[in-house]
């Protein structure tokens, strides 16, 4: 059995509060618990020996496996094809909404198709990334792992030993019709595994269905790519932190964008930057009420704040917190020796001017479609709006968090300009307080600059940064916000541009790493969010034949149940923290948007 898996081989099960990432081979080899940014519990994607993981599999040689999600939810099968008969393990983690009181709980369901069938059971937790030790203790109906922080116990009527010290294992048979149950679940001191007969293990499978399905109905999504699209809903939902609404970018850290290489970030934090995209997608589908709950949290963020890098951050996490210190775990050798592991992301204290306009285009979105944002909130922003008012026109990092100095990036004076132009929008719309005729002076400047600057004659593009011939894949997102018409030709060039340089098949690179060094080791692999970002401009452009093959084909680079990485690799394997939040936002956008253009 390989030591990782790749990263495409792996289906995903959470309760709204946190994830786990289940193998094909039946291994669950990422968990954090309680939530998505707390230390892992089973982590050996980022270490085989050290991380830890819950593998049931097989117990015999030449077995195969197959993997689905039970249709329009979040409940995964992996089914296993055996020399002597076919078992499937169902993995789910009824969602937590019902208050704090909720068990927070993994369920394991083993079940026998056709024949007998031995198969072995591991459970091997490593307290936080493996740096903390555990005591485990055995009872009648299960065992109990604690460490200093957290007590876990694994309840099955199955007998299990304790191995190498700390780890349980079973050995088990099972034949036609039979059932053999795992639960784990967070316990508070003192209190030990209880056991769960077939008819709660049914009943909680019953409320997860009805659950997701019901979630579900609620999208009006009707389109030629409705199995894809709801798909990329269901795991947008999975990646919500229930309490606070927030979404995080990612639920793993570190996974590598290029194997053996540096570019290795956590991304289990919410990006202000997402936020647009985000409220886009769950408006054009109808859930008014994640978009309700996600647009509160940003409120939370309104508040300002004097500091180097603006009175907004980057990222915040999912509690709202603002302190993401970064830290290398060198105990841990990385996915297949791609190190370092870090956690916490040290670029939260850049300085990336685009925020500001995501953030006012989300404001507008939420107008728009109802949700609309009342007096408070609006004289927080504005105090949040005069700081960039003043301070639009310097270098940043950019959207891609460059780590080699600053500059005068495009996408940072457009997404600028998104911003002054959305609130006087708003401002208008909504007679709101505002001094428009100040902020119409700054967003004509911010125009200006873009269509002088950023614009290269030579190139006969608008490029990366400021009196550079360097293209940048975010600029995809000019007409996409109003920017620049679909048919303009200046932006027609750049689209040709862009496809002729930075487009392979249907798959787009970010950037020319050799071009415009970004302060890293290391090559770029292709980002899937610019991919479908191409897709919808070619649609816009009218090009719709060669923007629905370039759709169908990113369809093919999906894993096998419908999910994304951060990245496509040169032979097609997905790479960068997984599945990628930003991805199946711009699927969404795209499919939609496809679908209207076709008619």
Known sequence: MARYLPIAEHGLIGDLHTVALVGTDGTIDWFCCPRFDSPSVFGSILDANR????????????????????????????RFLMPDGVAEVQDFMPPQTAGPGRRQRMIRRVLAVRGYMQFVADCVPRFDYGRAGHEVALTEHGAVFRSAALGLSLSTCHSLEVVDGGDVRTQFA????????????????GEKPVPYSDADISAMFGETVAF???????????????????????????????????????????????????????????????????????????????????????????????RESGPLQIMYGIDGREDLPEEELTHLEGYRGSGPVRI????????????????????????????????????DLTR????????????????????????????????????????????????????????????????????????????RAFVQ??????LDASLLIMPLCKFIAFTDPRWISTLDAITAELVSDSLVYRYNVSASPDGLVGEEATFSMCSFWWVEALARAGRLDEARLAFEKMLTYANHVGLYSEEIGPTGEQLGNFPQALTHLALISAAYNLDRQLG
């Open 51 to 78: 991380g830890g993981l819950f593998r049931i599999s097989p117990d015999c040689e030449g077995w195969d496996s197959k993997q689905l999600y039970l249709l329009d939810t979040n409940i995964l099968i992996t």
């Open 384 to 459: 949040n709006l005069e700081w960039l008012v003043e301070h639009w026109d310097q270098p940043d990092e950019g959207i891609w968090e460059m780590r080699g100095g600053r500059r005068n990036y495009t996408y940072s004076r457009l997404m600028s300009w998104v911003a002054v132009e959305r609130a006087i929008r708003v401002a208008r719309q909504r007679g709101l307080p505002a001094d428009i005729a100040r902020w119409s002076q700054v967003r004509d400047r911010i125009y200006n600059q873009i269509m002088e600057r950023g614009w290269n004659s030579r190139r």
């Open 212 to 306: 997701w399905r019901g979630w579900l109905r609620r999208s009006r999504y009707g389109g030629r790519w409705r199995e894809m699209v709801n798909r990329s809903a269901l795991t947008l939902k999975l990646l919500t932190y229930a309490p606070t609404g927030a979404i995080v970018a990612a639920p793993t850290t570190s996974l590598p964008e290029q194997l053996g290489g540096k570019r290795n970030w956590d991304y289990r934090y919410t990006w202000m930057r997402d936020a647009a995209f985000t409220l886009y997608a769950l408006l054009t589908l109808g859930f008014t009420e994640e978009a309700g709950a996600f647009m509160n949290w940003l409120q939370g963020r309104f508040r300002y704040a004097d």
């Open 344 to 379: 916490g992301n040290g670029a939260a204290t850049q300085l990336q001017l685009d925020i500001y306009g995501e953030l006012m285009d989300s404001i507008y979105l939420c107008n728009k479609f109802g949700l609309p944002i009342y007096y408070d909130g609006w004289m």
């Open 465 to 470: 940064h400021f009196d550079s011939d360097v």
């Open 174 to 189: 099972i034949r036609a019709g039979e059932t053999a149950t795992f639960v784990l679940e967070r316990v508070e001191p």
